[in-house]
């Protein structure tokens, strides 16, 4: 199984900060990898696909990049509603996702 | 609108069943693998199973295999997942998803509203 890591898991920052996260996969995987938002309580949300395709309806403030083993998605300024916890998931093979990363008011 | 709506989950003890259920709307099911997503308390998601549109192809996770049947009935718009042997561990929300593919990628959209389970004495 491929296995995903993220970095930091933990974040805190104010609106209008760039926030990058960090997603590895423990082999490539080529551009194969999602990025979702989740909120407390709710569903998570799709906002990237493979690799570096913005959802339709998803602010353009988000943006992925990387393939292989390594990515990263970036929030160019950071809005209130940005506060949430990002997962990467890797659909090279069974999904997997990775741990999550979670972003809050610093 | 495209929409998923879960149901069947609830308390049950270690060692019993629960089938949960997925109710499609908005868009054509039929023509749309479907998977299952779980998510414990507090805890961070981890893909289940999921099935083609026909039923033709299913595939689970290892820690589910051999427990937990995944299913579809094009004709209701319905998705279900037959869990048996129940553990505590599998304690979890459970959603629902399309899974939709351009070329070679893959990936969940949208996400029902999810169904908790709760397995314990």
Redesign the interface.
Known sequence: DIQMTQSPSSLSASVGDRVTITCRASQSIS??L?W?Q?KPG?????LI??ASSL?SGVPSRFSGSGSGTDFTLTISSLQPEDFATY?C?Q?YS???????TKVDIK | QVQLVESGGGLVKPGGSLRLSCAASGFTFSDYYM?WIRQAPGK????VS?ISSSSSYT?Y?DSVKGRFTISRDNAKNSLYLQMNSLRAEDTAVY?CAST?W?A???????????TLVTVSS
């Open positions: 551009s194969y999602n979702y989740q709710k569903a998570p949300k799709l696909y493979a959802q997962y998931q659909s069974t999904p997997h996702f990775g741990p999550g | 998977s961070g998601l981890e893909w999921y595939n996770a959603y939709q351009l070679a990628y893959n990936w969940f959209d949208p996400w029902g509203q999810g």
